[in-house]
């Protein structure tokens, strides 16, 4: 075992990289069932993981060679909680995707689906774990790359569109960042994040290392898709197919938040962004995305659409939290951020099948639609509600005035096209086949469960609040 | 479950509530006070609940008409909605009565928000119970309104409260350490976040939802929901905020002036649309507005007298109100007639009835024996002497004409004119008699007991 537990950092990124490439290779019907294999294996080993870090970081050096030169790998509890959040809500999705009528049609080739999923987590997994900035870089790419192709499923001429555009966007934004990243090693000879915070702590008014900071925020705010450039993440969210679905929608723009959250709040120091006009120009662009996306949310008439401009929204309220940079803020940032990822992939399956699972009177999941869209909106005694109220007074703390009247405004603003969704969803005809049976059953699993985690970190936010501290 | 058995299981129920609300106010009494803390969802913010006097009286309230309103709806629920199953309907009052209990108790900001909310949530399901296009329509505004400007302005004025004082909890004294000058602008927030206080301009959700049933018309909208926004405001005034640091802003600001122009302009605007309505229960509904101001125009002084009575207002109102739903049930039930046009002459139809609709009436103008007269006269003799009082006693003097006006034309019609020979009369049940007679009997019975609520309070 202790071989096993030394190496658990690694055997989060090897564990669905190695089953990625066997699926690649192989086409044989059983093999399928790896996929789900490998992450509930990594559900585990993350849960232990989250166990371990409660007392202190766990530092792990790649093949043994110490930290500046080498590469480490390095979980606190940050890293820990979006290592559990990435295998949940990844599980969910692959579950959802596992075996569906996408995937069993005559063009599809379903290893490759199941291999570059795993390969579009192995890539996310790999931004959390790893305490180095290149190599968040290059997980960064191995994710990316599998999503293009995986947007790129739904074979529709459309998607086929959304995928290239994405591919476009992405690849600039990636080129930003790299862009970045070299210039803060050229100022500090460094890629290791921990030795990083202590080089830069004592250059903090170098030119280029402010330069580097733009461009990695450049090119991330373009990879989340703030605004003004939130139209390409728009057509992406619409034309999703199901079983890419959780992926998409719960996960990948998160992950480039994280690295933001990463980079603020635990590898340079606070003065840059006090000092600088990075704080300013950051509270332009989080108030112009959440404008922009609750006042487009309401003038949809898709509830795709209107989805998709309320992630934007939830992206703004991120930035807004970053950008204030203090400890309420991180608190609120993270809130949102899972409470998000839990609530909105759950918000999509229910449009796409809104009949059939409303079919029957089944009362636990009207209730599970109606919790989660109170936990879009901020109902109290959610973990909408908790991450709303940190945010509004981090805000408050920090006078941020214009920003806290953008947020009320928008939550207002969400309540209004939560009751537009209602009414859509109750007007839409009829045309999903019912006889799928156990694609409903499997639909139900995914969304109580979630549903029902979901809740109790609701009513548990302490804990994770006094962990996070 | 049999619709009897239920009826008797809800009646026992609701008896007991009030036993056990009477037993707590003597445990109050006696031991003083009690508290609980129910889960801790992040630091500092507690759903906890505690006993004080205010929400005793709250609790009180609503237990006992929730008790009467419960034999009343034997009467009429079985009589209206034969063939449609009601136990969700009972359970859905259960719950509405749990929230206001639950904002009765709470023992911080947060609790009281939570189920403030839950009660919304609630009387919308009862609103649009049994539903058609126009009662979608109707809960779409319920929601709408309550819901918004408690997103918009009720839950940032508690944040603000929580970040300047670091507490939301209820403390006799209030949260404030010092007189900042932001006190007056919290304040408006919570005035205009609790829109269930029906304040113009967030009134238009009261009147669209009375297509609900006579008896949650009654408990609902003339109790638990708009008493509950009431109850708010009183508590924040007292235990957030503290009565002498509200004066003492007051002294050196407009804070007064502008919640008794919002008030008075909301008492006024009220009646005279209400002047307008034929349909018994919107006019009802309007007067309920206005009614409602009064308590929020005494509050306006920040005194201790002018708070107490808004408290006794609150509680004459309630009752007199409930009175009159019944009434307006009873006609509806009797002959059919929602509006005041077609209910010429029916005083000598259903004559107790209409005696209970005058005195509930004589409650609404402040005409004695009935407490209506009390409470304004508590708001008149609390506004003695205060600044900028001409407001004060010019609307009261205004609405009181209008709404003579308006309760005088339905009462005219009802006893002097002919009565239509194409009239079908049903019979009303025992049930509804009784109740409709024991609240008007507590309207000049709580004359009687005034002295004791007040020195509960005090």
New interface residues.
């Given amino acids: 075992m202790n071989i096993f537990s030394d190496h658990f950092l690694l055997l989060q990124v090897i564990i669905p990289l190695i089953s990625a490439l066997i699926l690649a290779l192989s086409t044989r019907k059983i093999l399928y069932h790896l996929s789900l294999l490998a992450i509930i294996l990594n559900i585990i080993i993350s849960i232990q993981i989250f166990n371990k870090s409660l007392d202190h970081s766990i530092i792990y050096q790649l093949g043994n060679w110490a930290a500046p030169l080498g590469v480490e790998y390095k979980v606190d509890t940050l890293n820990a909680i979006f290592l559990l959040l990435i295998n949940i809500v990844g599980l969910a999705g692959l579950f959802y995707g596992y075996n569906s009528d996408e995937l069993n049609a005559p063009k599809v080739k379903a290893n490759i689906f199941y291999s570059l999923y795993l390969l579009c987590l192995t890539g996310m997994l790999g931004i959390v774990v790893t305490n180095d900035i290149f190599n968040i870089y290059v997980f960064l790419e191995i994710f990316s790359l599998s999503s293009y192709a995986l947007v790129a499923l739904g074979y529709s001429r459309k998607s086929l569109v959304a995928a290239f555009n994405y591919l476009i966007i992405g690849s600039i934004s990636a080129s930003f960042i790299l862009i970045g990243i070299g210039l803060i090693y050229m100022i500090t000879g460094s890629l290791n994040l921990t030795d990083l915070t202590n080089i830069t702590e004592s250059r903090s008014n170098s030119s280029n290392l402010y330069m580097g900071i733009v461009f990695i925020i450049v090119g991330i705010m373009i990879k989340v898709g703030l605004f003004p450039a939130h139209n390409w993440l728009i057509r992406i969210y619409e034309v999703t197919p199901q079983p890419v679905m959780f992926l998409v929608t719960g996960l990948s723009s998160k992950i480039s938040l994280y690295i933001i959250i990463k980079l603020f709040y635990k590898v340079f120091p606070i003065s840059i962004l006090l000092n600088n006009e990075i704080g300013i120009i950051l509270k332009f662009i989080a108030a112009g995305t959440i404008i922009i996306g609750s006042i487009f949310a309401y003038m949809q008439k898709n509830v795709r659409t209107i989805l998709a401009y309320s992630t934007i929204t939830s992206t703004g309220y991120v930035i807004a939290s970053i950008s204030i940079n203090d400890k309420q803020s991180f608190i609120a940032a993270i809130l949102i951020i899972i409470s998000d990822s839990l609530t909105k992939p759950v918000l999509f399956l229910f449009n796409d099948n809104y009949k059939a699972l409303m079919a029957k009177l089944n009362n636990e999941i009207k209730y599970c639609y109606i919790f989660n869209y109170a936990n879009l ?5 959610t973990l909408g509600f ?1 991450s ?3 945010l ?2 981090s805000l ?2 920090s006078s941020a005035w214009f920003l ?1 009247v953008v947020v ?2 928008s ?2 603003m969400s ?2 096209y939560m ?1 537009k969704i209602f009414k859509i969803n109750e007007s839409k005809i009829d045309n999903i086949n019912q006889e799928q049976p156990i694609f409903i059953l499997k639909s139900k699993i995914i969304i109580t469960s979630l549903t029902c985690l979901n809740l109790t970190l ?5 804990i994770i ?2 962990y996070l501290q | 479950m049999s619709s009897k058995t239920r009826d008797i299981i809800i009646l026992l129920l609701s008896i007991i509530t009030v036993i056990s609300v009477i037993n707590i106010i003597f445990n109050y009494l006696n031991h003083g006070k009690a508290s609980l803390t129910i889960i801790s969802i992040a630091p500092n913010l507690n759903i906890s609940f505690a006993t004080e006097p205010l929400g005793l009286l709250f609790m009180l309230m609503v237990s006992v008409l929730w008790l009467i309103t419960h034999i009343y709806s034997i009467g009429y629920m079985n009589f209206h909605y034969q063939k449609i199953d009601l136990s969700k309907f009972y359970t859905l009052i259960l719950f509405s009565i749990f929230c206001s209990f639950g904002v009765a108790l709470a023992s911080n900001l947060l609790t009281l928000f939570v189920f403030y909310e839950f009660l919304t949530i609630c009387t919308y399901f009862l609103i649009v119970f049994d539903p058609d296009e126009n009662k979608m329509k109707a809960g779409r505004i319920y929601l709408t309104y309550l819901f918004g400007s408690s997103l918009a302005f009720f839950l940032p004025a508690i944040i603000l409260t929580y970040s300047y004082t670091g507490s939301i909890t209820f403390t006799y004294g209030g949260v404030f350490s010092e007189t900042s000058q932001y006190i007056g602008i919290m304040f408006l927030l919570y005035l205009f976040g609790i829109a269930k206080t029906a304040i113009i301009p967030l009134h238009s959700w009261l009147p669209s939802a009375m297509v609900a049933p006579i008896p949650v018309s009654a408990l609902l909208h003339a109790v638990a929901v708009v008493k509950t926004g009431i109850f708010c405001i009183l508590k924040i005034v007292i235990y957030i905020f503290s009565v002498s640091r509200l004066n003492e802003y007051a002294q050196n600001s407009n804070l007064s002036l502008i919640i008794q122009i919002v008030a008075g302009t909301t008492i006024i605007i009220a009646s005279i649309l209400a002047l307008a309505q034929n349909s018994i229960k919107k006019l009802l509904a309007y007067s309920t507005i206005s009614q409602l101001s009064y308590s929020i125009l005494a509050i306006s002084i920040f005194t201790k007298k002018a708070v107490i009575a808004a408290v006794f207002h609150m509680i004459s109102h309630a009752i007199s109100k409930i009175t009159l739903f019944f009434a307006a049930g009873n006609i509806y039930t009797a002959t059919g007639k929602t509006d005041i046009s077609e209910i010429s002459g029916i005083a000598k139809i259903i004559p107790v009835t209409m005696i209970a609709f005058l005195i509930g009436a004589l409650s609404m103008i402040g005409i004695p024996p009935a407490s209506g007269f009390l409470s304004k006269f508590y708001i008149f003799t609390a506004s003695w002497g205060m600044k900028n009082n001409y407001i004060i006693i010019i609307v009261l003097l205004l609405t009181s004409l209008i709404s003579t006006s308006y309760f005088s034309k339905l009462l005219y019609n009802a006893y002097f004119e002919k009565t239509k020979e194409d009239i079908s009369i049903n019979k009303l049940s025992f049930y509804m008699q009784f109740s409709i007679i024991l609240t008007s009997l507590a309207i000049i019975l709580l004359n009687i007991f005034a002295q004791h609520i007040i020195s509960f309070i005090s």
């Fill in positions: 909106i901020g109902f109290p005694l908790i709303k109220w940190y509004l007074s408050i703390y806290v009320i405004l939550s207002v309540f209004m009751l609701g009513l548990s936010s302490n609040i006094n």
